[in-house]
């Protein structure tokens, strides 16, 4: 088995839990807002006239979740402490759980919710899935407790699950549960770490999963966020205010707060594109994502940005093509074969049952099948990629060009300034195909460089 760690926040801090809520100063209350600028960024408000999350289950994969909080009361289901056994609804001591939980589903406290912590998808329910920490012992032969987490998560109705966690390797266990939940067609939203490597674990880095790294106000790759070729978007995770479970609220930095808004923003578009899949759901946050100001000719996708940066807005309401099954998502060997409801994906290998009944009485040996098969396997790809290189070459680069945002962005912005986040040299440089930069909106996230007016 292995034990985790949560994707802790690193030089946070959080709010006194002398202010109580119901007492605190309408000033207190009102800053707990005014923190939140990521809502402001996204033009939240805008977003919420279009899918608010409801009818959609989170599972929060982590801490056991505070369902008692004013923010989140109504909004948590009971869930499951798979190590310990029991409700995960009714945690007071670790915070990280609750703070998760709190920026996808958050609904705020007071009148008209104005008060306190709002998620990015006020209306959705929070599957609380507890697992064991980094400072719990394990017990003598306890079960893998993510694989377990997953499954239940999976089996209990989530089609979004948030893995704000960390585990540098994975279980065969820990593999099959993953690949069940693509086969269950569920969005898996996963960070890339908070070490400041260039490397990802092989959670992030597991086929199926969306990695996720973090970003400042300015649009800015926080330094701490782990960065690779397997990074696919990127979202706000510094100094982002959260609910808590010890305390009213928590303030933190972390790739586990930009992991919470991908969840949040695919908890949104489940509800509005009830008959996407999870594939087609990372599609519309791909094709929808932006690049900040001095940074918009890179290469896509690249290590930091990945994609580029989430805007819900966007992906609510661009006409984004629905594409394939998959989407930009590579989807493990054991999962290619299963569609929503057990059908073979589009362009999927049947691999096994089928194929295995059919060479029953071939009379070939295995030898000879295996070398048989081996060399279909190298036809079809030869055939495959130059197909692939005769479309791209016919239909050149996708429409709109890279870069570019068309309006401004959200309140908020502190200028961009030079980072040392450019392309890096390698193979991480993008082909062509239908994952380029597409055109910006107004209203959302990040900020648009400044137009000069007439005149000046």
């Known amino acids: 088995m292995s034990f985790t760690r949560t994707l802790r926040a690193v030089g946070g801090a959080v709010v006194a839990g002398a202010l109580l809520f119901g007492t605190a100063p309408a000033a207190f209350a009102d800053q707990i807002r005014d923190d939140q600028w990521p809502l402001k960024s996204f033009d939240a408000e805008s977003v919420w006239k279009e899918s608010t999350g409801k009818g959609v289950t989170v599972a929060v994969i982590d801490d056991a979740v505070n369902a008692s909080h004013p923010d989140l009361k109504g909004n948590v289901l009971s869930g499951e402490d798979v190590s310990q056994g029991g409700a995960a609804n009714h945690e007071s001591v670790n915070d990280h759980g609750t703070g998760m939980a709190s920026i996808i589903a958050g609904h705020g406290h007071g009148a008209g919710g104005s008060e306190g912590v709002k998620g990015l998808a006020p209306d959705a329910k929070i599957l609380p899935v507890a697992i064991p ?5 394990p017990e003598q032969n306890a079960k893998d407790n993510l694989a377990e987490a997953v499954k239940y998560a999976v089996d209990h109705g989530a089609s979004v699950i948030n893995l704000s966690v960390s585990f540098p390797v994975l279980t065969e266990q820990e593999k099959e549960a993953l690949s069940y939940a693509n086969k269950k067609d569920v969005f898996l939203s996963v960070g890339t770490g908070n070490d400041g490597r260039g490397s990802l674990d092989e959670l992030p880095s597991y086929p199926g999963v969306v990695a996720v790294g973090a970003v400042d106000k300015a649009g800015k790759v926080w330094d701490k966020s782990n960065y690779g070729p397997q990074t696919m978007l990127t979202a706000p995770g510094t100094l982002i205010r959260s609910a808590a479970a010890s305390k009213p609220y928590r303030l933190a930095n972390g790739t586990s707060d930009s992991t919470a808004y991908v969840s949040g923003a695919a908890a949104l578009l489940r509800s509005k594109f009830p008959d996407l ?92 099948i295996v070398g048989i098969a081996a060399g279909v396997l190298v036809v079809v790809a030869i055939i495959v990629i130059i197909a692939v290189r005769s479309k791209n070459r016919r239909n050149g680069p996708p429409p709109g060009g890279p870069g570019g945002y068309g309006g401004p962005g959200g309140p908020g912005f502190a200028p961009q300034q030079p980072g040392p986040y450019r392309q890096q040299p390698g193979p991480y440089q993008q082909q062509p195909g239908p994952y380029q930069q597409q055109p ?15 005149g000046q």
């Open 133 to 137: 920490g980094e400072d719990d012992v």
């Open 277 to 368: 899949t999870a594939g087609q759901i990372a599609n519309r946050l791909v094709k929808t994502a932006a690049l900040p100001p001095g940074q918009e000719n890179l290469k896509l996708p690249d290590p930091h940005y990945g994609y580029g940066i989430i805007r819900p807005y966007s992906a609510l309401t661009k006409d984004v093509a629905t594409g394939s099954k998959n989407g930009p998502l590579r989807i493990p060997k054991d999962a290619s074969s299963a569609g929503k409801d057990g059908s073979n994906a589009p362009g999927a290998s049947s691999i096994g049952g089928d194929q295995a009944s059919d060479q029953k009485d071939s009379g070939l040996g295995a030898g000879a």
């Open 440 to 454: 910006g909106a107004a209203g959302s996230y990040p900020p648009a460089p400044p137009t000069q007016s007439p």
